[in-house]
């Protein structure tokens, strides 16, 4: 798609919080449609707390359960899914058309139904309580310059079909709260990134580049700044429904290929995992890794975790693993990195 849309201090085609820009000829607002089914709420609270899994009862309606800022706080974790994921029911979106670039330092999007993507060059952007049904990329090679993104309570990817590559995409960005689905690579965090009570799920390959689908990645060197995975369910075990079948290739796979610097600190906590070959490959290189209260799904074609992580090639990386298992509560030992 082209860039129909730039967003410059000089030049808004459409203000949408003062700040915020969109294009199209869309001049009427819908309110957004219902969530899909969802299935029973978990609760997980932190292993410092002595918590494990506790079962939760049936979800529908409105589920409201997991925490953000000023919320229920950092030990509570509640499953995502449909329900309490993607724009908040109620919120009337502004449709537009065709792609957003955002330049302008500071800009918020709220409440908009895009069909296309947003580009973004520039610090301290909101997407928020938004349908967007491309992509969303943070900075570009080889400046980088965007940084301090947060994207939260948004739907990310069309209704069917093939979103693309990258649902989120690479670096200097939190995502909070979203649905993100049909894309061969949920969400690319290669550096300074924080995932948290999202859903990443029905990945669509795209077969004829040989991409298999990938909730979330990260692909080095491109540190140094950490990695955060906290209370998200990302699900590769089912393929979008239109979409190849059988092609999950992982969950969680952060990979430096290129052997060179180690990445920054991972942290997986209360995550739920589930499908591809391996369901979560932690390989070459970590400063450390910490996995603490997460479980895996039995839907893997060779097992829960692929692990060689270490700092420079031989020495592992320190490793803190506590409380991870199965969603059955079958136990996982902790890995080695050999």
């Not at 993507?117 to 992509?135: F, L, P, Q």
């Not at 301090?148 to 960005?173: K, S, T």
């Not at 320190?318 to 509560?329: M, Q």
């Amino acid at each position: 798609m082209p860039r129909a849309c730039i967003v410059k201090a000089l030049a808004p085609c459409l203000v949408v919080l003062a700040q915020a820009i969109g294009c199209g000829d869309g001049s009427t607002s819908g309110e957004t449609g219902g969530a899909g089914a969802g299935g029973s709420a978990t609760t997980m609270t932190s292993a410092s707390s002595g918590g494990g899994p506790a079962g939760g009862s049936g979800a529908g309606g409105d589920a409201g359960g997991a925490p953000g800022d000023g919320g229920a706080g950092p030990e509570t974790c509640v499953r995502p899914t449909a329900l309490n994921t993607g724009v908040p029911p109620g919120t009337v979106l502004t449709p537009q058309d065709g792609d957003i670039t955002v330049t302008k330092d500071g800009t918020i999007l709220d409440a908009i139904d895009l069909d296309g993507s947003v580009y973004i060059e520039a610090k301290d952007v909101t997407i928020r309580r938004s349908r967007i049904r491309g992509g969303i990329e943070i900075g570009h090679y080889p400046t980088y310059v965007a940084s301090g993104v947060l994207i939260e309570d948004c739907e990310i990817g069309p209704d069917a079909g093939y979103g693309g590559v990258h649902g989120v995409y690479d670096r200097n960005f939190t995502l909070r709260r979203s649905n993100v689905h049909n894309f061969h690579l949920g969400v690319q965090a290669n550096s300074n990134a924080t995932i948290e009570h999202s859903y990443i799920h029905h990945p669509y390959a795209n077969l004829e580049d040989g991409h298999e689908g990938i909730g979330v990645m990260s692909y080095a060197p491109f540190g140094p700044g950490s990695i955060t995975l906290f209370c998200n369910d990302v699900d590769m075990g089912v393929p979008a429904p239109d979409g190849p079948e059988g092609v999950g290739n992982a969950s969680y796979e952060g990979v430096d290929q290129d052997g060179g610097d180690p990445l920054a600190d991972l942290v997986l906590d209360r995550n739920w995992f589930n499908g591809g070959s391996y369901t979560v490959y932690v390989l070459d290189h970590w400063q450390s890794v910490t996995a603490t209260g997460n479980r895996w799904g039995h839907v893997a074609a060779y097992g829960p975790l692929h692990y060689t992580a270490t700092v420079d090639g031989a020495t592992p990386s320190p490793l803190v693993w506590t409380d991870n298992a199965f969603d059955d509560g079958e136990p996982i030992p902790a890995p080695s990195s050999r």
